[in-house]
């Protein structure tokens, strides 16, 4: 809990002068987040993954195409988005989850999104990368780095795979990082709920050939007892509460104080991961990989903070956008 204490410091540092309540809401966010991996995990004990995330993109997609008017974005950033952080993201984490990625853990290495953007924007984007930025990356490759070769000799290698696949899944979340960035939407959560509309039927054609049709029908059927009724709800989370009302509570925050100033809460979520994982399901990180953790925590809250401003500090407004490549890269809900 030592590494939950050090987050909930550095976080509450770097809000000074913000209002209490934006606290509360950026760590609420946080922790709803965070036990957004224990809902996932509950839903795939019923759904096929492909299937699950077609059907929880296609649950926010309906009503956004029939009531919220698309964002004044080009079509390719909009596509991008979706198929970045909707389609490769989500295929990738739900499969890893699926062939046995622990719930905690997942939500440790997915954060390698945030390496992986600021590399990307190095070398895609040719952004300028500082050396607190290019420290932070590193600390945070060390860390993942760790967690890989720890699973590697477990179960003659096994246990690797599953890490992997949730690392590509952190890789597609910075392809979508980078297209939502050069979006620049005006209206960043209705890119937010259009950018849903693109996964369901790619993935819904995806389930189909790889899941099959009789795998799909069957976790339609039974969802009235035990099983079905907690996949509902764990479904029901990620749709309504974490999605909808994180992401919206977040690019509300977002809005109002600097990416630098509100990006780092976003690391208190594999602490609440981790943390539920253990209460719920009884599941035990290995101290090994608890240590490794805590250095992707760091790199990317390393990263994440912009250099101190010489004279008085700035707005939002006039943050220099290249201070904070880590730092736009975190906070986008699971």
Do not use: K
Request: net charge positive; hydrophobic share 50%.
């Amino acid at each position: 809990m030592s590494s939950f204490r050090w987050c909930c410091t550095v976080s509450a540092r770097t809000l000074d002068g913000v209002p209490t309540r934006d606290r509360l809401l950026a760590l609420l966010v946080a922790a709803v987040w965070g036990l957004n991996f224990p809902a996932i995990h509950l839903s795939l004990e019923h759904f096929p993954p492909f299937f699950l995330v077609a059907l929880r993109f296609a649950l926010i997609a309906v009503p956004t195409l029939l009531l919220v008017p698309r964002p004044e974005v080009p079509l390719r950033w909009l596509l991008g988005y979706g198929f970045g952080f909707g389609v490769l993201q989500f295929v990738f984490l739900y499969a890893a989850m699926d062939a046995g990625m622990p719930t905690g853990l997942a939500s440790l290495v997915l954060q390698s999104s945030a390496p992986f953007t600021v590399v990307l924007a190095g070398l895609l984007l040719h952004e300028r990368l500082g050396a607190r930025q290019l420290a932070g990356t590193a600390v945070a490759v060390a860390g993942l780095g760790g967690i890989a070769v720890h699973r590697a000799g477990l179960d003659g290698g096994a246990a690797l795979l599953p890490v992997v696949l949730t690392l590509c899944g952190g890789l597609g979340w910075a392809l979508g990082n980078l297209s939502s960035r050069q979006a620049r939407a005006p209206r960043p959560f209705r890119l937010t709920l259009w950018m849903t509309v693109v996964p369901p039927l790619p993935m819904l054609a995806a389930s189909l050939l790889v899941e099959g049709p009789a795998r799909i029908g069957a976790s339609l059927t039974g969802l009235g007892d035990r099983e079905g009724l907690l996949a509902l709800g764990g479904l029901a989370f990620t749709v309504v509460v974490a999605t909808l009302g994180g992401s919206g509570i977040w690019t509300t925050l977002m809005s109002r104080h600097p990416s630098g100033v509100v990006a780092p809460f976003s690391m208190l979520v594999p602490v609440v991961g981790t943390s539920s994982a253990w209460l719920l399901f009884g599941e035990a990180t290995p101290p090994v990989e608890l240590a490794c953790g805590a250095l992707v925590v760091a790199g990317v809250l390393l990263g994440s903070r912009p250099p101190r401003p010489a004279g008085p500090p700035r707005d939002a407004a006039s943050q220099n956008p290249d201070d904070t490549a880590l730092a736009r890269t975190a906070g986008s809900s699971v």
